[in-house]
T-cell receptor, first 112, second 116 residues
Framework: QKEVEQDPGPLSVPEGAIVSLNCTYSNSAFQYFMWYRQYSRKGPELLMYTYSSGNKEDGRFTAQVDKSSKYISLFIRDSQPSDSATYLCAVRGETSYDKVIFGPGTSLSVIP | KAGVTQTPRYLIKTRGQQVTLSCSPISGHRSVSWYQQTPGQGLQFLFEYFSETQRNKGNFPGRFSGRQFSNSRSEMNVSTLELGDSALYLC???????????????FGAGSRLTVL
């Protein structure tokens, strides 16, 4: 079983739709949860960052973490064509030597 | 504030050759992590350097190596290239160790290596 699983898509939605992206993870020791966005031919950029369980909102983006079910989600409201990218979830433990582990990414296309 | 800079952006090599990739972190950042990204395996951790010392290493063969200089710039080297080494190599920097506290990775644009 991979440490972080994510539906690779591709996911195609019309402009203005609400998008739900999800990941599951296997290790309950993970405490930090991140979402990165990667445009074609670019490096990943950090979108959202959450410690432990709960919700975090930033503009049109909401990240949710449910540690009891080892499930993390990213919601995008009022999706725009500029949101078309690959979304990577990432997790990390709490020790200094923990590395960041990425999911395989979900490819999203927002159609005008 | 300049971001993470990786050079070269694109390169083509043949099997058996070696390659060196360079990464300049964000000014003030002392940790550099390297990742390999392929369509099949996604982002896989190679190694992390902090204060010129390798602090963490992923599950890659010894052909993959790296180093960090006193100015925090880092290089990674792949020797005896194989076709399967074709990938996007990403470098990311953090102020402290990437596993420490609220440090988050800031990535460069990557170096795309094609092995023929």
């Amino acid at each position: 079983q991979k440490e972080v699983e994510q539906d690779p898509g591709p996911l195609s939605v019309p402009e203005g739709a609400i998008v739900s992206l999800n990941c599951t993870y296997s290790n309950s020791a993970f405490q930090y949860f991140m979402w990165y966005r990667q445009y074609s031919r670019k490096g990943p950029e950090l979108l959202m960052y959450t410690y432990s369980s709960g919700n975090k909102e930033d503009g049109r983006f909401t990240a949710q973490v449910d540690k009891s079910s080892k499930y993390i989600s990213l919601f995008i409201r009022d999706s725009q064509p500029s949101d078309s990218a690959t979304y990577l979830c990432a997790v990390r433990g709490e020790t200094s030597y923990d590395k960041v582990i990425f999911g395989p990414g979900t490819s999203l296309s927002v159609i005008p | 504030k300049a971001g993470v800079t990786q050079t070269p952006r694109y390169l083509i090599k043949t099997r058996g050759q070696q390659v060196t990739l360079s990464c300049s972190p964000i000014s003030g950042h002392r940790s550099v992590s390297w990742y390999q990204q392929t369509p099949g395996q996604g982002l896989q951790f190679l190694f992390e350097y902090f204060s010129e010392t390798q602090r963490n290493k992923g599950n890659f063969p010894g052909r993959f190596s790296g180093r960090q200089f006193s100015n925090s710039r880092s290089e990674m080297n792949v020797s005896t290239l194989e076709l399967g080494d074709s990938a996007l190599y990403l470098c990311a920097s953090t102020f402290g160790l990437s596993g420490s506290g609220a440090n988050v990775l800031t990535f460069g644009a990557g170096s795309r290596l094609t092995v023929l």
